[in-house]
């Protein structure tokens, strides 16, 4: 069964400030998606990672996949306000490619 | 503009009672996909779909049920709904079959079962 795990849950950061988020899963996966959750809106995809190796950046997010560690970051760079949010791994079954687990979120709070 | 729209977006019902939301996508996308989402929890899986009459299940299907007889519609059923059914529920879609892209998600319905 796969597990994906996020850490940490709750994450307060100061503006300006440097961050990551891991996110851990449990079997053998080359596909991750990161999202991103506004409160009471939708999800928006922020990177799609399909490779061991993969890195991909927007604006102050960067985000890397490692498939022999089965650990993904988001690396936050120079916080600002606007990143508060709830962020989400979730990573593709790698037995059943339209089966998707999602990690718990991280909270991401930006104070001034 | 692309989009994926689900209805309604908020419905409180009793239970036992059958309901159908349904899910449409503009954007001729193979897969689609449901979700549930709950406090501390994250998202879930119930359903999802590879393309037309291609269902499988995901984490939670119990006590859902979901059809795919058109591209651009995957409806998810509640025979007989009960209080721990009472969550946020998104629809996804994405081009490709194997979550290749990015997925769209709609707008989340939230569900409450009494």
């Known amino acids: 069964e796969l597990k994906v795990e996020q850490n940490p849950l709750f994450l307060s950061m100061q503006e300006g400030k440097n961050y990551t988020i891991y996110c851990n899963y449990s079997?053998?996966?080359?596909?991750l998606y990161w999202y991103r959750q506004d409160p009471g809106k939708s999800l928006e995809s922020l990177f799609v990672?399909?490779?061991?190796?993969a890195v991909k950046q927007e604006g102050r997010l960067m985000a890397s996949l490692d498939t022999k560690a089965r650990l993904s970051t988001l690396h936050i760079t120079a916080a600002v306000h606007d990143l508060s949010a709830t962020y989400f791994c979730?990573?593709?079954?790698?037995?059943?490619?339209?089966?998707?687990?999602f990690g718990q979120g991280t909270i991401l709070t930006v104070h001034p | 503009e692309a989009q994926v729209t689900q209805n309604p977006r908020y419905l409180i019902t009793v239970t036992g009672k059958k309901l159908t939301v349904t899910c449409s996508q503009n954007?001729?996308?193979?897969?689609m996909s449901w979700y549930r989402q709950d406090p501390g929890l994250g998202l879930r899986q119930i359903y999802y779909?590879?393309?037309?009459?291609?269902?499988d299940k995901g984490d939670v299907p119990e006590g859902y049920k979901v059809s795919r007889k058109e591209k651009r519609n995957f409806p998810l059923i509640l025979e007989s709904p009960s209080p721990n059914q009472t969550s946020l529920y998104f629809c996804?879609?994405?081009f490709g079959g194997g979550l290749l892209l990015e997925a769209f998600f709609g707008q989340g319905t939230r569900l409450t079962v009494v």
């Open positions: 996804a879609s994405s």
């Open positions: 079997t053998t996966s080359d596909r």
């Open positions: 990672l399909l490779s061991n190796g």
């Open positions: 979730a990573v593709v079954h790698s037995t059943s490619y339209g089966k998707l687990t």
């Open positions: 954007m001729n996308h193979e897969y």
């Open positions: 779909s590879m393309n037309v009459e291609v269902t």
